[in-house]
């Protein structure tokens, strides 16, 4: 259903695509295991996370078939939308932030029980807030890259640094579609400047020093539908370009800790109004999703 009702105006679930746990054991069928936060903690990313089932996979489609339309009535509730945001005229990267003001489901995914568990747990079991989301879609034959980066690269107008991205494939993603990459344990090589994100694939190598180079050893991520990845926020990682007859679209969701505030006195996101720099990010644009107190 295509609406032009600002979907922030609801800082809670309003469809029953996702049953939301009322008791503690209820809440604990999502959290991950003890090996799992250890894995993040170690390499920066944990992966094969289940957090969407086929009619959730459904519905998010429909919804991102709609949306692309630049003529869609909600189009002016984006934060960003880019219909080709490639540097390479040849190559294809569609991308958008904000699409949870204009799609049920994707506002609802917000509030899934199983990612908002999760992430509390990966920011060190603490209240989790919404910063913002992300669609990286990839066509098959021509998609574009996503540049090497870290996230918090971009995101230095907020502290502390207490975020955490999910990415959520919508197809399966494999080697040949361009799926998602790290480099596993580069979440310790501390905050390197932001290149182009949809430009030179390698952009990011200036920034390395000889050793950090030599420990450059890209994993791929190959995940099916429905199925996530979590990494931290200096996480490098990157993803290549799609070639197969097969499209890579992805979800994602980026999240910080609960008193994380703003660092900047300018505007924070496209049409979201200004938090003063030192004030608490929160509000309808930067909603709790999840209250550790309660489990």
Not at 146 to 161: E, I, K, L, N, P
Not at 228 to 236: E, G, I, K, R, S
Request: aromatic share 12%; hydrophobic share 35%; charged share 25%.
């Amino acid at each position: 259903m295509k609406t032009t009702i600002d979907l922030a105006e609801y800082n809670n679930l309003i469809t029953d695509i996702f049953k939301q746990p009322k008791t503690k054991e209820e809440w604990d069928q999502y959290r991950l295991s003890d090996e799992q936060v250890h894995h993040f903690q170690e390499f920066g990313y944990v992966s094969g996370i289940k957090l969407l089932d086929e009619n959730h996979i459904d519905l998010l489609r429909k919804e991102l078939n709609e949306i692309q339309d630049p003529k869609h009535p909600g189009h002016h509730l984006f934060h960003e939308f880019h219909s080709n945001e490639s540097t390479n005229k040849d190559s294809v990267l569609f991308h958008s932030l904000g699409h949870w003001r204009i799609g049920e489901a994707f506002h609802d995914i917000l509030w899934n029980p199983a990612f908002v568990m999760a992430a509390s747990q990966l920011l060190g079991n603490k209240s989790v807030r919404f910063w913002h989301d992300q669609l990286f879609c990839k066509p098959a034959k021509h998609g574009g890259v996503v540049a090497w980066h870290q996230d918090y690269s971009y995101w230095t107008r907020t502290v502390a640094m207490q975020h955490l991205t999910c990415w959520i494939g919508l197809d399966d993603a494999t080697t040949q579609n361009g799926c998602l990459h790290y480099i596993p344990k580069s979440h310790k090589w501390g905050l390197l400047d932001a290149p182009v994100l949809a430009g030179d694939m390698d952009g990011l190598m200036e920034y390395l020093s000889t050793e950090q180079k030599e420990e450059f050893k890209p994993t791929a991520i190959e995940l099916k539908k429905g199925y996530a990845t979590f990494h931290h926020p200096l996480m490098v990682h990157g993803s290549y370009e799609n070639y197969s007859d097969i499209s890579r679209r992805a979800c994602v969701l980026n999240v910080f800790a609960d008193g994380t505030l703003s660092d900047t006195n300018t505007e924070l996101l496209k049409g979201v109004p200004i938090i003063e720099k030192g004030q608490k990010m929160e509000g309808k644009f930067f909603p709790l999703l999840f209250d550790a107190s309660k489990c």
